[in-house]
């Protein structure tokens, strides 16, 4: 199975500040990754998929990035909605493997 | 407007049997994959497996000996059995659209709530 690693496991993060959010795979995964947010008490929302596409209708503050085995997640200014946990899944191989997830503060 | 909403017992007896029921709008089962995947409160998510449109299925290796999936597509709606419960499968239950062809999640449901205990 592919491994996901995700760091840091935590952050905060002040209102208008860039984040950053990283996500490593055990092999090489050719883009295939896609970031998802999700808040207390709800479901995974899709914010990007194919390592940089932006899922429709979300926010154009949120960017990703990489390839091969290294990704990222970008928040380019820090907003109080963003508040919540991120996580990464690869969709090259099954079964699909998800990271453990960013958990998101406001500072 | 596409909708999964799944439902079903919130509590199992440990080694009994659970079963929960995805009901989709807005899209066919025909047309869309949809998968089963969990989440341990507080904790991370795991894929559990899918049925394809075309009806057939696949399984983490890890539950395959355990759980089946099937749908009745005249109703909409795409069951999970899993037997031999045990505290490590509490968890929320989610069903969630896969993008065509993509292998991500762009609709899920809002979660079903399992707890194993007598």
């Known amino acids: 199975d592919i491994q996901m690693t995700q760091s840091p496991a935590s952050l905060s993060a002040s209102l208008g500040e860039t984040v950053t959010i990283q996500c490593q795979a055990s092999e090489d995964i050719y883009s295939g990754l896609a970031w998802y947010q999700q808040k207390p008490g709800k479901s995974p929302q899709l914010l990007i998929y194919g390592a940089s596409s932006l899922q429709d209708g979300v926010p154009s503050r949120f960017s990703g990035s990489g390839s091969g085995t290294q990704y990222s997640l970008k928040i380019s200014s820090m907003q109080t909605e963003d508040e919540g946990v991120y996580f990464c899944q690869q969709g090259l191989k099954y079964p699909l493997t998800f990271g453990s997830g960013t958990k998101l503060e406001i500072k | 407007q596409v909708q999964l909403k799944e439902s079903g017992p919130g509590l199992v007896q440990p080694s009994q049997t659970l079963s929960l029921t995805c009901t989709v709008s807005g899209f066919s089962l025909t047309s869309y994959n949809v998968h089963w995947v969990r989440q341990p409160t507080g904790k991370g998510l795991e894929w559990m497996g899918v049925i394809w449109t075309g009806g057939s299925t696949d399984y983490n290796s890890a539950l395959k000996s355990r759980l089946s999936i099937s749908r009745d597509t005249s109703k909409s709606q795409v069951f999970l059995k899993m037997n031999s419960l045990q505290t490590e499968d509490i968890a929320t239950y989610y069903c969630?659209?896969?993008?065509?062809?993509?292998?991500?999640?762009?609709?899920w449901g809002q979660g079903v709530m399992v707890t194993v205990s007598s």
């Open positions: 969630a659209r896969e993008v065509p062809g993509k292998d991500y999640f762009d609709y």
